[in-house]
């Protein structure tokens, strides 16, 4: 049986192997877990970005960098592809798991998700449980990761803490610019999920955003990168399903169509008291959407990059 914890192993592994080179820290928190600091303290790089991108989604992935343009701006950009996008998405990728139930608790995504219990909502819309004797887990916040939560996490698991890999990065930091405008698959099942979609139809999946530029403010930066997501990110889905079912939902998951459309994550996120999950779930979606239909051959396709948000959002100051 697939493992997403024994795949993302095979990435951590290269990273404790060479973190100098990577521009990451490696301690043992007081429980005995292994903390990578990706980006808390830590500067980061572009290839830690890139393999905390292949980590998030359980190693089932490929991601490369090209090129965009804003404002006559040469800018680079994400793209990630994945061919199991249910469990590597849903399963592993999406931020869904609240270590407590409080406004700042962090909020964790990686392929421990899929060994928690019980599993959180979009881990378990996976259908995928893991059974492996390491985990590893993401987090994305300013503050330290403590020993007490380490075990939290390895304990909700069934993990021996020292089998317990988190890596960690805040919003301001090289690491996260890169990896969170490639979250723009999750983003769109996520939708999808709401609209009452069948996700196992989904087969292969890709998308591309673009990295905004470095700044560091943890709100400027939380902005920045979500608006990437949300104004730049761009969707490709291929699936096994209708083509009138593919034609009347590709138009209802795009953000041009959200409530909060045009407006910056930043205030957005400041509206709601600095709470993720004050959000509406529904504002959570991707620029463009495309959904190709492999019994037909036919592609549905809705959105459009807005680059007069993005362009205030990267280049109007922090």
Same mark, same amino acid.
């Given at each position: ?37 990706? *980006? ?11 393999? @905390? ?7 089932? =992935?490929?991601?490369?960098?090209? *090129? ?19 469990? /590597? ?6 931020? =869904? ?7 700042? #608790? !962090?909020?964790?995504?990686?392929? /421990? ?40 996490? #390895?304990?909700?698991?069934?993990? #021996? ?66 608006? /990437? ?35 910056? @994550? /930043? ?5 709601? =008291?600095?709470? @993720?999950?004050?959000? !509406? ?32 959002? @990267?280049?109007?100051?922090?």
């Amino acid at each position: 049986m697939l493992s997403v914890n024994a795949e993302a192993m095979k990435i951590v592994r290269r990273i404790l192997e060479s973190p100098e080179a990577l521009g990451v820290e490696v301690s043992r928190l007081s429980n005995g877990s292994v903390l990578i600091d990706m *980006g808390q303290k830590a500067p980061g790089s572009w290839q830690a970005g890139r393999l @905390f991108t292949l980590v998030t989604v359980g190693g089932l =992935g490929q991601v490369s960098f090209e *090129g965009f343009t804003l404002a006559g701006v040469r800018l680079p950009a994400i793209r990630l592809l994945v061919d199991r996008p249910l469990v /590597a998405c849903m399963g592993c990728q999406v931020a =869904g798991w609240r270590l407590v139930d409080e406004p700042d #608790a !962090p909020i964790l995504a990686g392929p /421990a998700r899929t060994l928690n219990n019980p599993p959180d909502y979009h881990a378990a819309l996976s259908g995928h449980r893991d059974a492996h004797h390491e985990g590893v887990v993401t987090v994305q916040m300013s503050r330290p990761v403590t020993g007490e939560m380490a075990q939290v996490m #390895a304990q909700a698991c069934g993990l #021996a803490p020292e089998n317990l890999y988190v890596l960690a990065s805040r919003h301001a930091c090289m690491v996260s610019t890169v990896q969170v405008p490639a979250r723009g698959i999750e983003t769109a099942m996520h939708r999808l999920a709401l609209e009452g979609f069948e996700l196992d139809r989904i087969q292969h999946a890709w998308c591309t955003g673009p990295v905004p530029p470095l700044v560091d403010d943890e709100l400027a930066s939380m902005g920045r990168i979500n608006d /990437a997501l949300y104004y730049g990110g761009e969707v490709g889905l291929y699936v096994d399903a209708p083509d009138d079912l593919l034609e009347s939902l590709a138009p209802k998951v795009v953000s041009e169509v959200s409530s909060l459309a045009r407006r910056s @994550f /930043a205030d957005v996120y400041r509206e709601a =008291g600095y709470d @993720f999950h004050a959000i !509406p779930l529904a504002a959570h979606t991707p620029a463009v959407l495309h959904m190709t239909n492999i019994r037909s051959g036919r592609t549905f396709s809705a959105g459009h990059l807005d680059l007069e948000v993005l362009e205030r959002s @990267f280049f109007g100051g922090a």
